[in-house]
């Protein structure tokens, strides 16, 4: 585990969106959902220098396309503005004036420029939002709550559970905080839902620094999960610092930018793993880590390769130590390798050495695979390429949520 | 349908892997299976000319390479054996003798050179042949056999039903035939099953020819179907022509070589779809057609994404007509779409017109659902290209039979 290589970050206990300085959020029911929070706000007390990484569907949403307008402004973002229940995706042009409008009277409600707002929308794809509730939510907007719970619940559609964590470190050494809350991708009627996350530090850092380095921990991080292989209409990761600790501001040039980055990494990485562990119907978390490859990009598409396999999901599920679906997941992902030196583990269990199976007690790996956390490491021993990825299993119940939802 | 537009091909009443001249088989229970054939053989009367197209796992199974090398020699076949329960994969060296072994003792069981002999294995990943029972299957080999059933269920593994189909057309005014029969892909104790499909035809074909037109026929029909996206390491697509119909040899070059592409390309179709509707514990055959594609590769790839996504699957066997994840799906292919030009049905049914839902009777596209062959259609309105793709619905058995195949 990374804290405990890296002693520096420490992760705060009961960490949240809100636990840098300077961030505020809150979250209300506005009546898109029955009883359930679905509207929430997040806003730092001044304008935070901004980075966004958006889904590559090609439907993407209007709501989207308006916080990518906000920030090509200045690349700042005061607050953020996120409804649940209704995804504003394949709404034409009126889903485009209503994400316009959800921003401009977000932006009064808060006496902000509309270029420092972002709007945000996960759940019904395909049905126009209720303009009246969405300005119910604004009526109710206070800048100054610090409920973070409400946020992190008006945000979920299927999710079980809220996700929510924050680190801490020294930079300059002023003790900066990286936050962030997060939903997970799955699917409610009529359609799909969406991964969104928010990552908010008090750390002063140039904006092309944040762009960069979101980007970058995305791909490691946030892209290396997989619940059901399904890439949605609205999926969206925003990234505010606010500068409020008042260091050097933070770029690659900054003495302390790897300590940096790798916190921030982190904290991807911790939201990223709750959301794939309460992935739909999901009883477990599976952590794939592919090492050994040509290079990281192909140790990256053979663990995605694993990860997304049904059959190595409901092998899981039934904790079968079935390597051959870990083996053959690897051979089919069209990536270079020698299937006379590819070593498989369940665990510290190795199942596969060379290619061929190893001996070992199919009742440990039974006992292994029934505990919630579930890692499968696959050693190519090619070169130095590694990568990792997450998921969950595949149950009856995944079949359950998105067959019969009308039942 | 295709026979329709083709009166020249019509299709044989419960057509066979011998319906075409001069091709015998039969089958037998050898022990690797509780009760069930599990041991096939197919002889041809002469030697053919031969074509395959293996799976593009690394991992490849011995079996796949001795049949390999046998075709390089002369680019003939005469005889195939296949057993079930045992995939002979990840078998290392031993697999490899046995193979070999497997190979030698059906070539002297038929009095055949060994290089005439092509060997297939389904079923268990990493377990040795036992060889001793393949011996006992070896005894049984009768050439002369013309019992195509018992080879159709020797072939099996977790299929419920046996696959096969025979064409005939006339070729120089001759009456040839285009026969196969197919297993399909999905999971046995405790490791992955394999697709395989053999055709023949008692027309005479340049092996160069036969060879170009089983790949390009398998990428329009074998490789469009998917159970659950996972490609084993046992894949294998065989393609024997006899020449005992005398006519004169087929090539591209051959007047009507069009018209015996179509047929063999139908044949290919037919087996496809037969796999696919029988996935492990599909209820509903699903055909995904992408037109208006910028090229028929890009339709390929997103007919592919449409039918490889479990919710789309879910969807369909729920009835829910959920047409926001074909959207979905279509749209995180990453191939170039233009959103605003999708029109989606779902068989006739209109349910989204230039990337915005359309008007339609949720009962009635429930109802469509409720069906057991169901088609969705996707139009681009982008350019010509178009591809079909073929699956099933993703049910609570297909985990059943995944996750607890112990109990």
Redesign the interface.
Known sequence: MLVGQETEISIIHDGHVTSAEGFYAGGVHCGLRRKKLDFGWLFSSVPAAAAAVY??????AAPLKVTKDSISKEHKLQALVINSANAN????ETGMVNALNMRKQAADAMGLGEHLVGVSSTGL???QLPMDKIEKGMMSINPAAVDPEAFEQAILTTDTKTKHTAVEILIDGKPIIIGGAAKGSG?IH???ATMLAYMTTDADVEADALQHLLSRATDKTYNMITV??????NDTVVALANGKKGNHPLSPSHPEWEKFSEAFRLVSEILAKKIAGDGEGATKLIEVMVKGAATSDSAGKIAKAVI????VK??V??A?P????V??????S?EP????SVDVFLGDIQV?EN???SEFSEQEGISYLDQQEISVVVDLKQGDGKATAWGCD???E???I?????T
């Open positions: 889904t590559k569907n090609s439907f993407q995706a394949c709404t034409g794809i395909g049905v699917m009529p359609n799909m059901d292989g399904d890439s949605s209409t997304s396999s049904n059959l409901t092998a599920y039934g079968d079935n390597w051959g679906r083996v053959c997941a690897v051979g089919y069209e390798v020698e299937p006379d596969v290619g061929l199976p595949l149950t009856y995944y079949v359950k998105n067959a019969s939802y009308r």
